[in-house]
């Protein structure tokens, strides 16, 4: 079993910056791909960012060049650093992470409660 907890969200101005965080309660040594989600009001959840144990990284169209994603091992937290933030980045922002479950055999996708990013114009 893996906890996720975020947190870093809150209310930002258009052009301003924000740091979310992923802390798990299990080494991310031992986690596979790690991923920030977000869903705004009336939306689809939506793939906003991944990051392998490599350290290999994907963003989607709307943030590349904007957010960057990083992972930590020494203090197992997932970041999300998002600058010149827009009020279409508004959304709950949620954290994912993939676990191989050795006594099941398989992979397993365990998510965080979310937290709230509000961007003003």
């Known amino acids: 079993q893996v906890q996720l907890v975020e947190s870093g969200g809150g209310l930002v101005q258009a052009g301003g910056s924000l740091r979310l965080s992923c802390a798990s309660s299990?080494?991310?040594?031992?986690?596979?791909?790690m991923y920030w989600y977000r869903q705004a009001p009336g939306k689809e959840r939506e793939l906003v960012a991944r990051?392998?144990?490599?350290?290999?990284?994907y963003y989607m169209d709307l943030v590349r060049g904007r957010f960057a994603i990083s992972r930590d091992h020494s203090v197992n937290i997932m970041f999300l650093q998002m600058n010149d933030l827009k009020p279409e980045d508004t959304a709950v922002y949620y954290c994912k992470a993939l676990a191989w479950v050795a006594a099941s055999g398989v992979f397993v996708d365990y998510w965080g409660q979310g937290t709230q990013v509000t961007v003003s114009s």
């Open positions: 990051i392998n144990s490599g350290g290999n990284t």
């Open positions: 299990k080494s991310i040594q031992d986690l596979n791909d």
